[in-house]
């Protein structure tokens, strides 16, 4: 609960972009970014486990610009965790 609730808070950000669930391959800890651009934001070596785009194209046909925190629990919904879980690296 406390991971998802920081996730959200990321993809609420003012703004576009992206928000990240990286994994720290060094210690296996996990850590969420927001990423503005395709080459800025993101963390070298670090493994992307989730990634959800809330720039509005990727919204705008199902929700309004100002509903992003409805497509954000839509998104919770279509997630698959056994996709997420193949990409964790255990340390």
Not at 40 to 49: N, Y
Request: with cysteine; charged share 20%.
């Amino acid at each position: 609960d406390i991971w998802k609730t920081d996730f959200v808070s990321v993809g609420k950000m003012r703004g576009v972009g992206w928000a990240r669930c990286y994994q720290n391959p060094m210690n296996g800890l996990l850590s969420n970014h927001w990423i503005t651009l395709h080459e800025m934001g993101s963390v070298a070596g670090f493994v992307p486990l989730l990634v959800m785009d809330v720039w509005e194209h990727a919204f705008i046909i199902d929700y309004k610009p100002s509903e992003r925190g409805k497509y954000i629990d839509a998104f919770f919904s279509n997630v698959s965790w056994s996709a997420v879980e193949e990409r964790v690296k255990w340390v």
